[in-house]
Every structure is written in C-alpha cells, then in structure tokens.
C-alpha cells in the first residue's frame, strides 16, 4: 500500500511540475548528473512477504513460507540493489558525444536450490521421508564497488569499470550430494560442497579482491523501418580474488543417526564419527574468474505515439534465470511516457511490468516496477523497482 | 497543493524506515536422533584388562593400580653442590706487565666436601645439571678462566671444561654451565665420599686494549649455585631416612555411586611392594582409611600397623633384580570386599617407611636409579559375576542449547535393548530438583537361565512427552541431573557377564521449535 501511494503522488503531480516547461530556456547542455537506483527481490516459489519478513524481520507463518511443491523441484530465490552516481559531460555545443564517470555499488545474493533443502531448513523434516538431492545447490552474495568512466557518442560508448570487492562468497555442491531421510533417525548425508569466501577487511580501499571489465554499448537505427536495436555490454572482464580466501571443500559421506555414548558422555574418549571438520580454511591461493558481466539486446519498434519493444537479458556468475520481455511504451503531447511489458527470467518466471517516465529540457525521471504482482506482497513472488533521475546543467 | 504533496511523500518514506529491525523467527518441526550406541564391556573396560574364565562362563577384570611411589626423592632434598672457588693473584705477579693473550703459569686448584645428612656417595649421574655461576674480580680488566671439573665426565669420558670470564674493569659478570649427562666421581681417588675438586688456569684476556698489571691482592671469587638438576643414579650410602606421611587417593567417579548391596564374587586384591632401590627398607603400614561422604572406614588386615622388612633391589650389571613383596587381601582375611563395594571416593594411607634400618650394610653400595623406584601397586582380580541391589549413579550432565531455537514442545523416544542381567531405571532432573519423567524410564534386565547366565535380549521402548513450563526450564538450566538405578534379577544369584553382551540403545526426539534468527 504503501508503495501504491507513492507511486499514485508522483504521477499525479508530475503536471504540476510541466507548466512551467515554456519557461526553460533552450541552452546546450554541458554536463549531466544522474543517478540511479535498482532493487529487486524474486522467487520461484516465495512471496513477496516472505523477503519482507526476512529484511525487516517478524514471524513467518506457514502462509508466507510458498506453496508446497515437490521436493525435487528446482527453485531459485535472489536479492540485489544496484546503486549508481554520476555525471555525463558533453563535448562543447554537442549533447550527443562526451565523457561518463560514475561511482557504482551493486548488492546481490542469489541461491538455487531444490525444493526439499528449502522444506528441510523452513520447515523441518517431518515430511520429508525420503532423499532431498542437493547437487543443484548453489549460491554467491556479492557486494562491490565500481567506477565506470568512459566515452559515449551519438550511437556508442565505451569504457573501463574498475572494481573493488568488499565480500564476494561463492559456492556449489557436488553432483551427487544428498541428504537421505528415509529412515527419519537414521540420515545418510553425501556432501562435497566447494565453497569460497573473501571477506570485506577493514581497509577503506585496498580490498580483497579487484575487478577490470569493459562497458560497451552500440544502438543503431533503420530508418525505413522506424527499428532500432541496442547491444549494452557491462563489467565484461576478470575478477581477481587476491587475499584472505577461504574456502570449504571437501568430500565425505557418513550416515548420523545421533551422537555416540562417549560423544554426549565423555566417559571414554573415541574417535568421532564425523572426523571432517566444517571450518573455512584460510588459503594462499587466488582465484581468478569472470566478472558478473550483462549482456542485454534491446529492439523497438515505434509507431506513432507508440513505441514495442522486446530484448533478453542474461547476467553471468548468478542464479539469474536469462530474461526475455517484450512490452510497450506510450508518449503523449505531456512529457509523460508510460508503458507496460511481461517477462520470463530473472529470479522469477513470469513478471507483468510497468513504467513511466518524465522528460523536461533538465530533468529526465524514470520509475519501473518490474512486477505489479509484487505489489500485493502475499500473492507476487517478485518485486522490483528503477527509479532514475538526470539532470541537465546547462 | 505540490507542497503538500511532497511533504506527504517525505513522511511516508520516512515512516517506512524501520529503526530497529525485529528478528526472523519461523517454526519448524523435525525428527531429530539424538543418540544411538552399542555399549558393551569394552566401552568402558579396555579388552587387555579383561580375561576370561578358565569355564569361559564369565569375564574377570584384572588390573594393577599404583598407589606409592618413592623414587629419587630421597636424596633430592639432601643434594646440595652450591660452592665458591677463590683465586688470589700470587703476588709474586704483581707489578709485571702482561700483554693481551698471555697465560699464567699458575694453575689453581680447590676442593669442596658436601654434607648430604647422612648420605655418602661414591657417584652421582644427572640427567640433567645447570649451573648458574657470578664470577666477580678485583683485577682493573678481562680475565679468561679455563674451569675444569677433574671428577665430572661425559658419556664418553671426558672432563668437564669451560671457559669463563671476569668483566673487562672490576665487577661482577655472570653465566650457566650446562652438564647434563655428567657423571660425578665424589671419591678424590678413593679416599672420600661427596667430593668435588676444580682446578683454574688464567690467562690476560686478548679483548683487553693494553698490557695488564696485578695489583697485590686482587683476587677472583667464582660461585657456583645449582640452578636445575635430574638426578639419573647415584651411587654410596644412601643414608637412613625415617619418612612418615599419608598418601590420599582421590577416586572423584566413586562420588557419584551408591547402592544399597553390591557383592563380587571371589574377587581378589594384593597389594604389591616392589622395591626397585638398593636399600633394605622397613614399611608400615599406620592405618589405611577409606572415606565415602565424609565417613571413613579403616581396612582390616594383619599387615595394618606392623613392620615388614622389604629387601633391596639387585642390580647385577647384566641383569636387575626387583625385590617383591606381596600381601594378599580377600573375603577371609580382611574386610577390603566391603570397603570396596561401598564405592569409595578417598583411600588415605597412613605409612611409614625407614630406609636402611640397620644402617650401612652394603658397604656404600646402595644405589638408586631414576628408573627403578620403590612403589606400592594394588592388583585386583574382579569376576564379572556379581549381584548388585539398586546401585545409584548420580551425573550432572552439561548441555549446551542453541538459544536462538525455542522448542515448544517435544516427544522423546528411547528404544534399548538389553543383553545385560541387569535392570536400569533413570530419572531426569531439572536443577530445580523437579522430575522431567512423571515415571521412572526403565530398560529391563536381559532373560537368564537358572544360573544366570544370559539367554535371550529383552527390548525396552520408553517415550517422553516433555511439557512446555518443563522445557522453558530445561533449555535455561544447561544442566540435568540424571539419575540411574541398577539392580540384578534377584538377590540369590551372582550373575556373569561376557564380553559379547551388549546393550543397544538409541534415543530420538520429534521436537516442534520456533528459530529466532536476530
């Protein structure tokens, strides 16, 4: 609800705000603030309220915790915030060509997993007679902090990002790992997980890890057509994890079917059933890996007042599902755009957007709600939200 | 109106904004296995203790225990080899000039008796022999001493020797020696006991930056002070020694056993006196008492409060010969059975023991070796064919909680089987002394032929539905008292036990909890 009322004040006064619009002189801009901001939280399986109970905390009831699917179903449930400042400044007399700089923090953590660990941890093993496999499983939260600088023109832009990663936890789970049940006091466990964790230190800039990537973007333009294509590339290079690296791995397999006498007694001093210890060990090692490059391809169409459009867009080193979406946008004789689109992908499967938008000579206003659904946070698994603001120093 | 709306939108982003976050709380219900085990002798008895009957129809425990020992330190207390060497310049040197690096023509050379009460060695052999030496001079610059030790040798037979300097004006400088492994002749040639002699040679030390000059009268005074000694032989009179002292043993398991009968069939107790020292010796044995709860009760034997003449060890170079005495205790001729089953927490064993009673007569060849010492060893023999009447043990078991899963209620599950001819009921206690079970949880005895020996498993299953004020309780207290009563099938029997019986058990719990997660 209350997401509903900011949305219906924002665009009931944006009017106010275009009388003045005549007013503006029509000078050439010569720099550009903008600044963005990205949440999103989905499920396959969970709704909305769940994650509102796990950020701001409370009682999860049975209602908030899904529906029950089969427990070799596959799920995946994510979180991520991607916060951007920065300025864009225009070559002399020109809007088109230039230089960017922008300080950037992105969030997100991520996890896929099967049906019956999320039952075994949520919801105890009471049902759960039989195997949960988790050789599915895996999962990664990231928080990092990049500087994109670079140079765009009229129909493209390049240039570097350069990372500093505070925490970057990444891990997975062998093929085969399982957790037997069948016998409720009596579980087999086959585990051999490989698990990686660099810490955030306390050092405001030198990091445990550091990232170099490649910003590219292209769009081009049929005329005849009235088509227009985008390709954006983003963050497209290594990640060096250089210091304090952690790790769990290790393959074992043993059935627990409750501590031995001298375990809970210390009458007698035997050696453990379970002799594999689950501390991280620190190592020397490093470790190198492809950053979580974007890839996006965009295509509209415009007829009129009336603007189609349809892209996908994958995220590399995540649990996000690759997206398609198609959707449209509307521009009337107000300066206000809105639109609508579906998609598939993500952290949840099928999502039904909305957007608007605002433009003057100096401001130019962007709000997206990813999935209405998600408004109504007991029925939608996702919710997400853009909010974009420039502004035009002239 | 615009104003109006911006302020409406401030207040409600700001309302949003949660100041202090609750924590993520979610129940859950699981069916957890606490514990399971096959239990069985050799859990708590190692299996070379155990040996079986000659009619292999039961298993006895047999098992030496030390209670005394007396080794080195008889004569630890008596060795004392501190001593001071002083070298006075003969001043027949005075007024000469001497260049760096010159030797003095002179050696000196000291002897030093000890007094070790009445101890008189021949040899002493360390293990180990530091001492710390403070060499102070009068002589205005560097001194170098060469020390050797003529009646010290190493393993392979040489002196002892170490250079050691005075500081390079007047004044005071210190050091160790190191001479462990050192054997000590203290006989000057055969003419003395606890003697050692050093002999000196000094020399201008070549650090000095001009000639040097004695003045008359300038001396050297070294003192030597044992800093840490192990004393591995020795060798000589090891004097008479009246010691008298009480032993405690502490038993602190017993503590937690009572019973109201617990009979042993033919068991078997002998006290061993095995002297490893080459001294005749003289025990007695004041008073042996054995306390449960603060009451004692003394052991009836005819070896309490008499003297028994213990033989000195033999060492024949090629072979070495312990002297044993053994004392036998058993149901005829003392009351150590009934000691025993009153499950005692303390023996305390009242004693004395005088070494060479009659004097020296070995002719200064007693010895001693670190090695060999004179103890005093308990050995049992216990069939495992016995009867017990509601034997109690009480244990305060520790736990520890996560206290971030609440449980709200929970139903325990024990399933035993029980091969065993004995009946074991439990209770569980909270701290605050309240039963955690209404009645009491209890694992049948296994079934047994006429004679008592086992015939066949008895299978006990036992659940325990723990109520929510109980479980509040339980997951504050971190302890609970369990308490376990054991009695035999009947009184008239004494049943044995064998090696391949077993008692197996495991205990599950299905247990409704609330996770808090902060």
């Given at each position: 609800?209350?997401?509903?009322?900011?949305?219906?004040?924002?665009?009931?006064?944006?009017?106010?705000?275009?009388l003045?619009?005549?007013?503006?002189?029509?000078?050439?801009?010569?720099?550009?603030?903008?600044?963005?901001?990205?949440?999103?939280?989905?499920?396959?399986?969970?709704?909305?309220?769940?994650?509102?109970?796990?950020?701001?905390g409370?009682?999860?009831?049975?209602?908030?915790?899904?529906?029950?699917?089969?427990?070799?179903?596959?799920?995946?449930?994510?979180?991520?915030?991607d916060?951007?400042?920065?300025?864009?400044?225009?070559?002399?007399?020109?809007?088109?060509?230039?230089?960017?700089?922008?300080?950037?923090?992105?969030?997100?953590?991520?996890?896929?997993y099967?049906?019956?660990?999320?039952?075994?941890?949520?919801?105890?093993n009471?049902?759960?007679?039989?195997?949960?496999s988790?050789?599915?499983?895996?999962?990664h939260?990231?928080?990092h902090?990049?500087?994109?600088?670079?140079?765009?023109y009229?129909?493209?832009?390049?240039?570097?990002?350069?990372?500093n990663?505070?925490q970057?936890?990444?891990?997975?789970?062998?093929?085969?790992?399982?957790?037997?049940?069948?016998?409720?006091?009596?579980?087999?466990?086959?585990i051999?997980?490989?698990?990686s964790?660099?810490?955030?230190?306390?050092?405001?800039?030198l990091k445990?890890?550091?990232?170099?990537?490649?910003?590219?973007?292209?769009?081009?333009?049929?005329?005849?057509?009235?088509?227009?294509?985008?390709?954006?590339?983003?963050?497209?290079?290594?990640?060096?994890?250089?210091?304090?690296?952690?790790?769990?791995?290790?393959?074992?397999?043993?059935t627990?079917a409750?501590?031995s006498?001298?375990?809970?007694?210390?009458?007698?001093?035997?050696?453990?059933?379970?002799?594999?210890?689950?501390?991280?060990?620190?190592?020397?090692?490093?470790?190198?890996?492809?950053?979580?490059?974007?890839?996006?391809?965009?295509?509209?169409?415009?007829?009129?007042?009336l603007?189609?459009?349809?892209?996908?867009?994958?995220?590399?080193?995540?649990?996000?599902?690759?997206?398609?979406?198609?959707?449209?946008?509307?521009?009337?004789?107000?300066?206000?755009?809105?639109?609508?689109?579906?998609?598939?992908?993500?952290?949840?499967?099928?999502?039904?957007?909305?957007?608007?938008?605002?433009?003057?000579?100096?401001?130019?206003?962007?709000?997206?709600?990813?999935?209405?659904i998600?408004?109504?946070?007991?029925?939608?698994?996702?919710?997400?939200?853009?909010?974009?603001?420039?502004?035009k120093?002239? | 109106?615009k104003?109006i709306?911006?302020?409406?939108?401030?207040?409600?982003?700001?309302?949003?904004?949660?100041?202090?976050?609750?924590?993520?709380?979610?129940?859950?219900?699981?069916?957890?296995?606490?514990?399971?085990?096959?239990?069985?002798?050799?859990?708590?008895?190692?299996?070379?203790?155990?040996?079986?009957?000659?009619?292999?129809?039961?298993?006895?425990?047999?098992?030496?225990?030390?209670?005394?020992?007396?080794?080195?330190?008889?004569?630890?207390?008596?060795?004392?080899?501190?001593?001071?060497?002083?070298?006075?310049?003969?001043?027949?040197l005075?007024?000469?000039?001497?260049?760096?690096?010159?030797?003095?023509?002179?050696?000196?050379?000291?002897?030093?008796?000890?007094?070790?009460?009445?101890?008189q060695?021949?040899?002493?052999?360390?293990d180990?022999?530091?001492?710390?030496?403070?060499?102070?001079?009068?002589?205005?610059?560097?001194?170098?001493?060469?020390?050797?030790?003529?009646?010290?040798?190493?393993?392979?037979?040489?002196?002892?020797?170490?250079?050691?300097?005075?500081?390079?004006?007047?004044?005071?400088?210190t050091?160790?020696?190191?001479?462990?492994?050192?054997?000590?002749?203290?006989?000057?040639?055969?003419?003395?006991?606890?003697?050692?002699s050093?002999?000196?040679?000094?020399?201008?030390?070549?650090?000095?930056?001009?000639?040097?000059?004695?003045?008359?009268?300038?001396?050297?005074?070294?003192?030597?002070?044992?800093?840490?000694?192990?004393?591995?032989?020795?060798?000589?009179?090891?004097?008479n020694?009246?010691?008298?002292?009480?032993?405690e043993?502490?038993i602190?398991?017993?503590?937690?056993?009572?019973?109201?009968?617990?009979?042993?069939?033919?068991s078997?107790?002998?006290?061993?006196?095995?002297?490893?020292?080459?001294?005749?010796a003289?025990?007695?044995?004041?008073?042996?008492?054995?306390?449960?709860?603060?009451?004692?009760?003394?052991?009836?034997?005819?070896?309490?409060n008499?003297?028994?003449?213990?033989?000195?060890?033999?060492?024949?170079?090629?072979?070495?010969?312990?002297?044993?005495l053994?004392?036998?205790?058993?149901?005829?001729?003392?009351?150590?059975?009934q000691?025993?089953?009153?499950?005692?927490?303390?023996?305390?064993?009242?004693?004395?023991?005088?070494?060479?009673?009659?004097?020296?007569?070995?002719?200064?060849?007693?010895?001693?070796?670190?090695?060999?010492?004179?103890?005093?060893?308990?050995?049992?023999?216990?069939?495992?064919?016995?009867?017990?009447?509601?034997?109690?043990?009480?244990?305060?078991?520790?736990?520890?909680l996560?206290?971030?899963?609440?449980?709200?209620?929970?139903?325990?599950?024990?399933?035993?089987?029980?091969?065993?001819?004995?009946?074991?009921?439990?209770?569980?206690k909270l701290?605050?002394?309240?039963?955690?079970?209404?009645?009491?949880?209890?694992?049948?005895?296994?079934?047994?032929d006429?004679?008592?020996?086992?015939?066949q498993?008895?299978?006990?299953v036992?659940?325990?539905?723990l109520?929510n004020?109980?479980?509040?309780?339980?997951?504050?207290d971190?302890?609970?008292?369990?308490?376990?009563?054991?009695?035999?099938?009947?009184?008239?029997?004494?049943?044995?036990?064998?090696?391949?019986?077993?008692?197996?058990?495991?205990?599950?719990?299905?247990?409704?909890?609330?996770?808090?997660?902060?």
């Amino acid at each position: 609800m209350k997401y509903l009322t900011i949305l219906f004040l924002i665009i009931t006064q944006l009017d106010c705000y275009s009388l003045n619009r005549d007013t503006i002189s029509k000078k050439t801009a010569k720099a550009e603030l903008i600044s963005s901001f990205y949440g999103s939280v989905g499920s396959t399986h969970l709704p909305v309220n769940f994650f509102n109970k796990i950020y701001f905390g409370g009682y999860i009831d049975e209602s908030e915790k899904g529906n029950s699917f089969l427990i070799a179903k596959n799920q995946r449930s994510g979180f991520e915030t991607d916060m951007k400042f920065g300025v864009n400044i225009y070559n002399e007399n020109d809007e088109l060509n230039g230089w960017y700089f922008s300080i950037q923090n992105k969030i997100s953590t991520a996890g896929k997993y099967q049906q019956g660990l999320y039952d075994l941890i949520f919801r105890g093993n009471k049902d759960l007679n039989q195997q949960i496999s988790i050789g599915n499983t895996n999962f990664h939260f990231r928080n990092h902090q990049l500087i994109n600088l670079g140079k765009f023109y009229e129909n493209f832009s390049f240039g570097l990002v350069i990372g500093n990663i505070l925490q970057e936890y990444n891990g997975c789970f062998g093929e085969n790992d399982l957790i037997d049940f069948n016998n409720y006091y009596n579980w087999n466990v086959v585990i051999n997980p490989n698990i990686s964790f660099v810490r955030n230190n306390n050092n405001t800039f030198l990091k445990n890890g550091n990232s170099l990537g490649l910003n590219f973007k292209m769009k081009n333009k049929f005329k005849t057509t009235n088509l227009e294509y985008e390709i954006e590339l983003k963050n497209l290079g290594l990640m060096l994890l250089h210091s304090n690296v952690e790790t769990i791995n290790y393959d074992t397999s043993f059935t627990y079917a409750g501590f031995s006498f001298d375990q809970i007694t210390n009458i007698t001093n035997f050696s453990s059933e379970i002799s594999t210890s689950f501390q991280p060990d620190s190592s020397t090692n490093r470790i190198i890996s492809t950053t979580p490059f974007e890839v996006k391809f965009n295509v509209v169409k415009s007829l009129n007042n009336l603007e189609l459009f349809a892209g996908i867009f994958y995220r590399n080193n995540s649990q996000y599902l690759p997206k398609s979406y198609f959707g449209f946008n509307f521009r009337n004789e107000r300066k206000l755009n809105y639109g609508s689109n579906l998609s598939y992908g993500g952290y949840n499967k099928f999502q039904w957007g909305i957007n608007t938008s605002y433009h003057t000579e100096k401001l130019n206003a962007q709000i997206v709600l990813q999935n209405c659904i998600g408004l109504i946070p007991s029925l939608g698994r996702s919710f997400g939200i853009v909010l974009n603001l420039n502004w035009k120093i002239r | 109106m615009k104003n109006i709306y911006f302020i409406l939108i401030v207040a409600i982003i700001f309302s949003g904004c949660k100041k202090n976050r609750n924590s993520v709380s979610w129940n859950t219900f699981y069916k957890l296995p606490i514990s399971s085990d096959t239990l069985n002798l050799n859990t708590f008895i190692n299996q070379d203790k155990l040996y079986l009957s000659d009619d292999e129809t039961y298993l006895s425990f047999k098992d030496t225990f030390e209670m005394y020992k007396l080794g080195m330190d008889i004569i630890d207390q008596s060795i004392q080899l501190d001593f001071t060497d002083s070298i006075k310049i003969p001043s027949i040197l005075s007024g000469i000039q001497f260049s760096p690096g010159f030797q003095i023509p002179y050696q000196f050379t000291e002897s030093h008796f000890f007094n070790f009460n009445s101890t008189q060695l021949k040899e002493l052999h360390f293990d180990s022999l530091i001492f710390d030496y403070t060499v102070e001079s009068s002589i205005d610059g560097k001194i170098d001493i060469n020390l050797s030790l003529l009646d010290a040798f190493n393993p392979v037979g040489n002196n002892f020797n170490a250079l050691i300097s005075t500081p390079i004006s007047q004044g005071v400088s210190t050091g160790k020696l190191n001479l462990n492994g050192f054997k000590f002749d203290l006989t000057k040639n055969g003419t003395a006991f606890n003697h050692i002699s050093t002999l000196f040679t000094i020399g201008i030390s070549s650090e000095n930056l001009q000639d040097l000059v004695f003045q008359n009268n300038d001396y050297i005074t070294i003192k030597f002070e044992i800093s840490s000694l192990k004393i591995a032989s020795a060798l000589g009179y090891l004097g008479n020694e009246d010691i008298v002292d009480t032993t405690e043993i502490k038993i602190p398991f017993m503590e937690n056993l009572n019973s109201k009968n617990f009979e042993i069939n033919d068991s078997e107790f002998e006290l061993l006196i095995k002297n490893g020292i080459g001294i005749d010796a003289q025990l007695k044995l004041n008073k042996i008492e054995f306390k449960k709860e603060n009451q004692f009760q003394a052991l009836d034997h005819l070896s309490v409060n008499q003297n028994m003449n213990i033989n000195r060890a033999l060492d024949l170079g090629y072979d070495f010969q312990y002297s044993m005495l053994n004392i036998n205790f058993n149901n005829s001729n003392s009351n150590l059975p009934q000691l025993i089953s009153m499950f005692p927490e303390q023996i305390n064993i009242d004693y004395q023991l005088i070494t060479n009673p009659l004097g020296n007569q070995s002719g200064y060849n007693d010895f001693i070796f670190q090695q060999h010492p004179l103890s005093l060893d308990i050995s049992v023999d216990i069939p495992l064919k016995q009867n017990l009447d509601s034997i109690i043990f009480i244990d305060t078991l520790n736990y520890e909680l996560q206290k971030n899963i609440v449980v709200s209620d929970a139903l325990i599950k024990l399933d035993f089987t029980n091969e065993f001819p004995w009946k074991l009921c439990a209770n569980l206690k909270l701290m605050s002394g309240e039963n955690i079970n209404s009645s009491p949880i209890c694992i049948n005895h296994c079934q047994v032929d006429n004679l008592g020996n086992f015939t066949q498993a008895i299978n006990s299953v036992n659940e325990v539905d723990l109520e929510n004020d109980l479980l509040i309780e339980f997951q504050n207290d971190n302890k609970i008292i369990l308490e376990l009563i054991i009695s035999s099938p009947d009184s008239s029997n004494y049943f044995p036990i064998l090696g391949n019986q077993n008692l197996y058990y495991s205990i599950n719990m299905d247990v409704n909890s609330k996770i808090n997660l902060n």
